[in-house]
């Protein structure tokens, strides 16, 4: 199963947004709506921010979307903040119980 | 209030062996599939092994006949057994579990991770 493909870094000044992309094949993301997003700084343990594709869990800030079309899923994040500066990674449910996570997106707050 | 905490992880030598562990608390432990995650040193995260709560185990090809996951639900406890390590297999192997809220297919909770390095 090959990771699933993403930028490897983006930036963005305070107040602005950006968008991160995922892109996998018709066997994970084209399959399934079951696509999640981590948001990750070094040290700390990851933090769902985004499940099933589009849907916030409990505590996570609205400024945090997804969304999908055909094999590419993403994340755009609005209002940056510097807080936002972290790693973020995709995961796909790939099938037969296996999942695939992207390479992961250094985001950089200018 | 959900608490994963891994313990086990260390220097050990290609070849060698190692036995992760994953204490859980703050839900029914033995209700819930569980999940090992690692990412390598300047690396993502890479999916590595799931056990159910019925004992189903899933293993992905870079670890499967060198890896065993397994659980000890009387002591709330997840368990990989390494081995045939290999270099490649360095790197901060995370627990993880999903939540009822946001179904199955989306790790919730993670532990701090513990670091496993491969070297001679």
């Known amino acids: 199963q090959s990771a699933l493909t993403q930028p490897a870094s983006v930036s963005g000044s305070p107040g602005q947004s950006i968008t991160i992309s995922c892109t996998g094949t018709?066997?994970?993301?084209?399959?399934?709506?079951?696509v999640s997003w981590y948001r990750h700084h070094p040290g700390k343990a990851p933090k769902l921010m985004i499940y099933?594709?589009?849907k916030r869990p409990s505590g996570v800030s609205t400024r945090f979307s997804g969304s999908k079309s055909g094999n590419t899923a993403s994340l755009t994040i609005s209002g940056l903040q510097a807080e936002d500066e972290a790693d973020y990674y995709c995961?796909?449910?790939?099938?037969?119980?296996?999942?695939?996570f992207g390479g992961g997106t250094k985001l950089t707050v200018l | 209030e959900v608490q994963l905490v891994e313990s086990g992880g260390g220097l050990v030598q290609p070849g060698g062996s190692l036995r992760l562990s994953c204490s859980a608390s703050g839900f029914t432990f033995s209700s819930y599939t569980m999940h090992w995650v690692r990412q390598a040193p300047g690396k993502g995260l890479e999916y590595v092994s799931a056990i159910s709560n019925e004992g189903y185990t899933f293993y992905a090809d870079s670890v499967k006949g060198r890896f065993t996951i397994s659980r000890d639900n009387s002591k709330n406890t997840l368990y990989l057994q390494m081995s045939s390590l290999r270099p490649e297999d360095t790197a901060m192997y995370y627990c993880v579990k999903g939540d009822d809220d946001y179904g199955d297919y989306a790790f919730a909770y993670w532990g701090q991770g513990t670091l496993v390095t491969v070297s001679s």
């Open positions: 099933e594709g589009s």
């Open positions: 995961c796909s449910y790939a099938g037969r119980s296996t999942f695939v």
């Open positions: 018709s066997s994970d993301v084209g399959s399934y709506n079951l």
